[in-house]
């Protein structure tokens, strides 16, 4: 994250109107790049399934699951994001890289199985009447999600 700053002290050095909001526009999109991916996808996936669908139902199912997909995985593993990044931060900057990795497939493991299990139960809640295999691929799709959100939080640190 400190390679992060380092490059906005860059652009905010030229001091024009034109580089603050280059790097306000950086700082937006880096903070809020997750949420940005997945409206657009909703948006393109929904707008494709409406001209193949059969039902005129399953888009807006479709949309409701990837909503609260998306929700739920982002509320699940928020916590962890924070803590994990400044974890990584800590033994980058004590030289100690060895133990980041070991450490990102335990929080992954927590991370999606706390995904998986609280959606379930909130799965059966939200979705009743469903079948049994909406509920699954729901779980399943939140637990991925917990993953993908970790596995961006490092990477984006590392760079």
Known sequence: ?????????????????????????????????????????????SLIAVGFAKDPKIPEIYQVYITYAVALSLIFSGP???????????????????????????????????????????SLYLFKGFPYHYHMVFSFTVAVMCGVWLANVLLTGLK
């Open 1 to 45: 994250m400190a390679g992060i700053s380092i490059e906005l002290k860059k652009v905010l050095k030229r001091e024009s109107l034109l580089a603050l909001l280059t790097a306000t526009g950086y700082s937006a999109v880096l903070s809020s790049g997750n949420w940005l991916i997945a409206i657009l996808s909703v948006v393109v996936f």
């Open 80 to 122: 962890l994001q924070l803590m994990f990044t400044r974890f990584v931060a800590d033994r980058l900057f004590e030289k100690k890289t060895e133990k980041v990795l070991p450490n990102f497939f335990g929080a992954l493991v927590l991370s999606m199985f706390v995904g998986f299990s609280l959606s379930f139960l909130i």
